[in-house]
């Protein structure tokens, strides 16, 4: 049994880095992506599990980082949009403009990207239930469906390109 | 973000997690964390001393279809469960819940212990007739205590454990995931929001189960209203909902919010249960 209290020492990989770094059991992923890290792609939207603008991929799977201790994820691998630099997924949204003020833009994309990894194949209804956890206020949503199918499209033109994870991309 | 100066205990067995929680008083148990994160970050409503994350209990985690029953624990996420092919009203029923990235998270266990009123996936469990496995701390220094219970002998409104009780797993009987059944989910606007009513109805041969959340500020089941759906669908008789709409009001004030009133609301249930019975005809 573990038992933490007071500042610790936690180990992460980030975006294939192996980081160390002092927290306190009550801090979010999110803040201590943000503030200890200095990857501010993760936004802090409504810290409330609502908006998906911090969305971050934890071991692979998407999730809210704002609803996520830190002291959880020892030992895990973080993937946030600054790990997905030129990745298939980010080129599509800007190639469809699949975004307009930008803030929810990193949280849409680790969403999409592992959307894209999970179900290479277009399907609408699955495209909108994984979809649905990122909220814009900007696009009217065409432009980031859009996105999903040039990504899919492959940059490479190649199905094996479009799903490959993001772990292999870094 | 939680404020206070907590402890984060992570047990390797469920006698370990009982164990911290009579040491560390104001501890909660810790599974997706979706609540008790939101809770504690936007009122003082909890006094979180210590949070004891119960994901690497194996019991908790555990996933499995033996002797006849479907296990499933509580600190499985929903996305998880839902990709599971045993339960398939589970499965309909827990993608109506939050958002996929919030069920990546939000956790079986978690939903029907939590604190809102809906607790969604509590429905499909009350009409399989699941039992709930849980350890109690033991009087004093007497060891913990397993327990095994029907899920409906435990859940009155709520789920009623004992303090420090951890909700280990639930066990549900395989016949009961063939039944045929019926879903439905009404929200005011879009589809990631809280109902305005969620059912579940399931067809055991003759007998009709009826569960139900949103119209009240509970989940339940009513073997009232099980008994008069039953009798309707055995007469033939064509089916008139107002002995229904009376036993929705015995049980309470019915819910009236933005969402909608209590009239809408009985109204729209009464639909849905027509509409599911004419489903399983």
């Known amino acids: 049994m573990k038992i933490i209290h007071g500042i610790t020492e936690l180990h992460l990989c980030v975006n294939g880095e192996d980081r160390c770094v002092a927290v306190r059991p009550g801090e979010t992923l999110l803040r201590v992506l943000r503030e200890k890290l200095g990857l501010t792609g993760a936004k802090c939207g409504c810290e409330n599990g609502d908006c998906g603008a911090c969305t971050v991929q934890l071991d692979g799977i998407p999730v809210k980082s704002c609803l996520v201790l830190a002291v959880e994820c020892d030992g895990s691998a973080i993937t946030t949009i600054e790990g997905l630099r030129h990745h298939p997924v980010q080129e599509a949204f800007a190639a469809a403009n699949g975004y307009q003020c930008g803030f929810c ?18 399907d609408e209804a699955v495209d909108r239930e994984w979809m649905q956890s990122n909220l814009c206020r900007c696009t009217g949503y065409e432009g980031i469906r859009d996105a999903l199918a040039v990504a899919r499209a492959g940059g490479d033109g190649t199905t ?7 772990s292999d991309s870094l | 973000m939680i404020c206070a100066d ?6 390797d067995t469920a006698e370990e997690a009982v164990e911290a929680w009579r040491r560390l008083p104001g501890a909660r148990y810790l599974a997706g964390g979706t609540e008790i994160l939101s809770s504690a970050r936007r009122t003082a409503a909890y006094e979180l ?25 509580a600190a499985l996420a929903l996305s998880d469960v839902a990709e599971g092919e045993a339960f398939p009203l589970l499965n309909a029923v827990l993608r109506g819940i939050a958002d996929r990235t919030v069920r990546n998270r939000l956790t079986l266990g978690g939903n029907v212990a939590g604190l809102l009123p809906y ?8 009409l399989a007739d699941a039992t709930v496995l849980t ?6 220094d007497a060891p913990p205590v397993r327990r095994e219970r029907r899920l409906r002998d435990v859940f009155d409104k709520r789920l009623v454990l004992a303090p420090g009780e951890l909700l280990l797993s639930f066990s549900v009987p395989m016949e009961a995931t063939e039944w045929p059944w019926s879903h439905q989910r009404r929200t005011r606007t879009s589809v990631v929001d809280y109902p305005l009513a969620t059912t579940a109805l399931v067809r055991d041969g003759e007998a009709i189960r009826f569960a139900v959340t949103g119209v009240h500020p509970y989940p339940f089941r ?7 759906l039953t009798e309707g669908v055995q007469t033939g008789a064509p089916l008139t909902l107002g002995g229904v709409e009376s036993i929705l009001e015995a049980l309470g004030a019915l819910r009236a919010d933005s969402r909608g009133s209590a009239e809408y609301r009985a109204a729209l249930v009464k639909k849905m249960i027509l509409t599911s019975l004419e489903e399983l005809a």
């Open chain 1, 160 to 166: 094996d390109a479009r799903a490959r994870t993001t």
């Open chain 2, 119 to 126: 607790r969604e996936a509590v429905l499909p469990l009350l």
């Open chain 2, 222 to 228: 009513s073997d009232a209203i099980d008994a008069a």
């Open chain 2, 135 to 140: 350890l109690a701390p033991g009087a004093e």
């Open chain 2, 6 to 11: 907590i402890h984060y205990v992570r047990p």
């Open chain 1, 105 to 122: 833009t990193p949280g849409q994309i680790l969403n999409a990207a592992a959307l894209i990894q999970a179900h290479p194949e277009s």
């Open chain 2, 49 to 73: 001393r210590a949070c004891i994350d119960i994901k690497r209990i194996p019991e908790t985690v555990r996933h499995e279809i033996r002797e006849g029953r479907i296990h499933l624990g």
